[in-house]
């Protein structure tokens, strides 16, 4: 969920609590209102600090994932704030950018607005560095998301920290069943190294 201004997202955790989800993810890394495509709320340190205590005191007992964007004088400082002021959970990353693409024959912007955020395969490195970063820098757990098409992408993921990972775009780039098929090759991988779960390996690149 998200908000155009800092208030706004109080009112929107309230209605998303009426459904009672399981999580509240929280979208700082979108631009505001005034300026569509300008400076995120996560670019801010006092935004996600004011916006994280609002969205904890309307979420009650839900957890709350805020989800960061890399475009912020420090991300590590960014996940600290969440910590600090109650979050359960780091999302990491949201899309980087803005960037654009241009429809050759009708020859103008592909995007209605011209530039939009850029995600799918290209930002995996960014989001796998910011998983590491935040995961070796706070005790919130982080879900990593970013370009993950793979089994192997989304055991680099673990291993850098994440707890949980995340997978948009990749189901672009393949289909509905690439979940099942990631799943089924994570299981091929501990079978063939006698693990009977991942544990052993999440955050193994940080010791």
């Not at 850029?118 to 998983?131: D, N, R």
């Not at 707890?163 to 991988?189: A, K, Q």
């Amino acid at each position: 969920m998200s908000g155009h201004f800092t208030l706004e997202f109080g009112e929107v955790t309230r209605r998303a609590v009426e459904s009672e989800p399981d999580l509240i993810e929280v979208n700082v890394s979108c631009p505001n209102v005034s300026s569509e495509f300008g400076t995120p709320f996560g670019a801010h340190e006092r935004d996600v600090e004011h916006i994280t205590r609002i969205v904890k005191k309307a979420a009650g007992n839900i957890p709350v994932s805020i989800k960061l964007t890399i475009h912020c004088p420090s991300l590590i400082r960014m996940a600290k704030i969440c910590e600090e002021n109650g979050a359960d959970a780091i999302t990491a990353i949201n899309t980087v950018g803005p960037g654009m693409l241009i429809d050759t024959g009708v020859m103008k912007p592909v995007l209605a607005n011209t530039v939009g955020g850029v995600s799918g395969p290209a930002i995996f490195p960014l989001a796998l560095k910011a998983v590491y970063e935040i995961c070796g820098n706070t005790r919130l757990p982080v879900i990593g998301t970013g370009g993950v098409r793979t089994a192997d992408e989304a055991l680099q993921m673990i291993m850098a920290g994440a707890c949980m990972v995340s997978i948009g775009s990749g189901v672009y780039y393949g289909d509905i069943e690439l979940f099942t098929h990631i799943n089924r090759e994570l299981c091929f991988w501990m079978e063939e190294r006698d693990m009977k779960n991942l544990k052993a390996v999440r955050g193994i690149v940080h010791e």
